[in-house]
């Protein structure tokens, strides 16, 4: 998991606040992954992204959560409004390329630890 | 659709074997395995790619039947430093990587 950089690693935030969650990939790596993993449960897919271009969107929420990557700068994972429910720990992973045998493993990065209030 | 792992929890003790399971209603593009200490993140055991393939890690290692849609992970004279939660990942569409709800291991001297 080394060089796939996150922050903040913790955050707390009030209801009815926004949350915002930052991925940098590892060097070399154009594919990024956001997963939420709630207390003592497996590992959520949400959002699959290249640069300026999401993939897969297929796990996450319908309203209130939103993911970019763009052009230049890391990924961004947004959550608006935020409730109670949203506390966990949301995980960015990064890969050269889904598809390729030598680009195929995906690194995660640290973490974020979202507490709601 | 999700991967199935089976147990959902072993206790061994140190030097002991164990053996993890992950089965998939799909078809497997590819395995990926993980293993996750408490509060940290996720680190990458092996990936297998095509039915058939085994791998090893030290004293872990793990085999791919394609034609099962089942990928097995096997830990042998286990020690304290294996304790964790692994985690199969099954590639979906050469795209995105789902996740099994995980197998904690325990690990006692």
């Known amino acids: 998991n080394a060089g796939v950089m996150q922050n903040p690693r913790h955050l707390v935030r009030r209801r009815g606040q926004e949350a915002r969650l930052r991925c940098s990939p590892m060097k070399g790596h154009s594919h990024v992954y956001w997963y939420r993993q709630l207390p003592e449960e497996g590992l959520k897919f949400m959002v699959y992204?290249?640069?300026?271009?999401?993939?897969?969107e297929s796990g996450m929420p319908k309203e209130r959560f939103s993911a970019e990557f763009p052009k230049e700068g890391p990924s961004i994972l947004r959550i608006q409004q935020v409730v109670r429910g949203d506390s966990a720990a949301y995980f960015c992973?990064?890969?050269?390329?889904?598809?390729?045998?030598?680009?195929?493993?995906?690194?995660f990065g640290e973490g974020s630890w979202l507490t709601v209030v | 659709q999700q991967p199935v792992q089976s147990p959902q929890a072993v206790i061994l003790r140190e030097g002991e074997d164990a053996v993890i399971n992950c089965s998939s209603s799909?078809?497997?593009?590819?395995v990926h395995w993980y293993r996750q200490k408490h509060g940290e993140a996720p680190v990458f055991l092996m990936i297998?790619?095509?039915?058939?393939e085994q791998k090893g890690h030290e004293k872990i290692s793990a085999s791919f039947n394609e034609k099962k849609q089942q990928s097995s992970l096997y830990l042998t004279a286990s020690q304290l430093s294996y304790s964790g939660t692994y985690f199969c990942g099954t590639g979906e569409g050469a795209q995105k990587l789902v996740f099994g709800q995980g197998t904690r291991l325990t690990i006692n001297p």
């Open positions: 799909k078809a497997l593009y590819s």
């Open positions: 992973a990064s890969s050269r390329m889904m598809g390729q045998p030598s680009g195929n493993t995906i690194y």
């Open positions: 992204l290249q640069k300026e271009n999401i993939i897969d």
């Open positions: 297998l790619l095509k039915g058939g």
